[in-house]
């Protein structure tokens, strides 16, 4: 065995794979997000889970079209979920991110859901205020020229997002706007 291939099988012995359920786990989550986490095999499958839950928990319409994913009266709502990533619990950092999000689909309010150690953290912004201040961000993602994020961390557009934590304040944020 030459010197790298030691040094490697030496890093390797080091690094124990960790799934998201147990770095979550490790962090003292809650039986619910465990119970969240479990169905994480499946990214389509655990999106429309997500959607779902927000959905009832909300009482939001079921949508019309594919272009969005639920309405109040005539708002029509993009969610999006995020976990928090991997590499930054270890670190204790918590940073979220928001994958595929489209200029061109008919919504008129993006939802964010943060699945973080505690429970569930709901955000709204209408589309407007959104993709305005997308284009103040100095982002270069060559889908972004055709009006799709390909991804963003919350940290970066968490100064736009309205908190809502139940039925009561989305229908008061949906008066307001």
């Known amino acids: 065995m030459d010197f790298l291939e030691k040094i ?19 962090k003292g989550c809650s039986d619910m997000i465990l119970k969240i986490l479990k169905q994480n095999k499946n990214p389509k499958k655990f999106g429309i889970m997500m959607e779902n839950i927000i959905k009832n928990y909300f009482e939001l319409d ?12 005539e708002n029509r709502i993009e969610i999006k979920s995020s976990t ?19 200029k061109n689909y008919k919504y008129d309010y993006l939802f964010l859901c943060n699945i973080n150690i505690t429970g569930l953290d709901f955000y709204i912004v209408d589309k407007k205020t959104f993709w305005e201040y997308i284009l103040t961000l100095n982002i270069r993602q060559k889908k972004l020229k055709i009006g799709i994020l390909e991804m963003i961390c919350y940290k970066r557009i968490k100064d736009i997002m309205i908190r809502v934590d139940n039925r009561k304040q989305l229908l008061e944020y949906f008066e307001k706007n």
């Open 84 to 102: 928090l990533l991997s590499s930054d619990l270890f670190k204790d950092k918590y940073t979220y991110q928001y994958n595929s999000i489209r």
């Open 8 to 26: 490697v099988n030496e890093e390797i012995e080091k690094i124990k794979f960790i799934d998201k359920v147990d770095l979550y786990k490790s």
């Open 62 to 73: 079921v949508s019309d079209t594919t272009e969005c994913d639920c309405k109040y009266k």
